[in-house]
């Protein structure tokens, strides 16, 4: 089992639609977890990041976290074109403080 | 403000050879942190620095090494160059280092041939 599991995709969704990215990981001492948005050919930018269950809104974006369930999703309303990207979901491990992550999910936007 | 930075943004280097990647974080972090990226994966942990103190290392050989200079900036080192070794090398900066959020550079593109 990986530590940190998204599903690969592509994930293809209308524009104006909410895109839900979804990320599983194992380890139940993890305490921050992350959503990066990366380009072809670029680098990982920061989208959202959530340390408390819950859900946490910015702009378009809402992540929501479940410890008890060890998930962490990402939804992103009102989806445009220019997100399309792949999405990589990123964990605190508890040990020694490396970021775990994610293969990534694409995510296309068709208009 | 200006990001982080990395250079150079491509190398070419051939096997055997040694290579030192080059990171100055954001103004004001004083953390860190250096990852592997091969197509079609997530980053792979191989460092991190916080106050010039290495915090945590991942799952790769001796042949990889970093410091942390007193302005924060830092370098990776990466000796007898294997074909493999070929990847986007990033590098990220935190505030505190630890579990908090991480802001990556653009990246060096290192080919071995």
Redesign the interface.
């Known amino acids: 089992q990986k530590e ?1 599991e998204q599903n690969s995709g592509p994930l293809s969704v209308p524009e104006g639609a909410i895109a839900s990215l979804n990320c599983t990981y194992s380890d139940r001492g993890s ?2 977890f ?1 959503w ?1 948005r990366q380009y072809s050919g ?5 989208i959202m ?1 959530i ?1 408390s269950n819950g859900d946490k809104e910015d702009g378009r974006f809402t992540a929501q976290l479940n410890k008890a369930s060890q998930y962490v999703s990402l939804l992103i309303r009102d989806s445009q074109p220019s997100d399309s990207a792949t999405y ?1 979901c ?1 964990v ?1 491990k508890r040990s ?9 999910t694409k995510l296309i936007i068709k208009p | 403000d200006a990001g982080v930075t990395q250079s150079p943004t491509h190398l070419i280097k051939t096997r055997g050879q040694h290579v030192t990647l080059r990171c100055s974080p954001i103004s004001g972090h004083k953390s860190v942190s250096w990852y592997q990226q091969v197509l079609g994966q997530g980053p792979q942990f191989i460092f991190q620095y916080y106050e010039k103190e290495e915090r945590g290392r991942g799952n790769f050989p001796d042949r990889f090494s970093a410091r942390q200079f007193p302005n924060y900036s830092s370098e990776l080192n990466v000796n007898a160059l294997l074909l493999g070794d070929s990847a986007l090398y990033l590098c990220a900066s935190s505030p505190e280092g630890g579990y908090y959020e991480q802001y990556f550079g653009p990246g060096t593109r290192l080919t071995v041939t």
């Open positions: 940190v305490q921050s992350f990066y670029k680098s990982p930018e920061l990041f340390y990589l990123a605190n020694n403080y490396q970021l775990i992550w994610g293969a990534g």
